[in-house]
């Protein structure tokens, strides 16, 4: 018999065999949505990393973090260990925003689905 710890690296195998990246979301307060493609062996510090590029202070201090329930994403987990493979939405808390630029780049939510229908 296997007990929990081998089926669950068992299943974390399968997984980093099967898909070789992950699309995270990631939703801010006001609503708006930033999206990255990360590997599923980078650590959580890589999505803060990515964010920080984004904000209107990159020296700011926040969390990410998933839901339900609330659960603070370790910055030195692995993304596969945090269940975010193949694709998760996150949550940012913070006291800096998005950068102006960068939500006036923002691509209407409907317009982003007539382009993946038109994919599959």
């Known amino acids: 018999m296997f ?3 081998q089926i669950k690296k068992k299943q974390i195998l399968n997984q980093l065999n099967k898909y070789h990246y992950t699309i995270i979301r990631i939703q801010f307060p006001d609503q708006f ?6 590997q599923p062996m980078e650590t959580v510090q890589a999505i803060k990393d990515f964010i920080k ?12 973090f998933t839901t339900p329930p609330k659960h603070i994403l370790d910055p030195n987990s692995h993304l596969i260990n945090e269940n975010l493979v193949p694709c998760a939405i996150i ?5 800096s925003t998005l950068k102006s ?12 689905e007539l382009q993946v229908a038109k994919t599959r």
């Open 3 to 5: 007990n929990d710890s």
């Open 33 to 38: 949505v930033l999206q990255g493609l990360f």
């Open 53 to 64: 590029c984004y904000l209107t202070d990159e020296n700011s201090d926040f969390i990410i």
């Open 91 to 95: 949550h940012y808390s913070g006291s």
């Open 101 to 112: 630029d960068v939500k006036q780049k923002f691509t209407d939510p409907k317009k982003v």
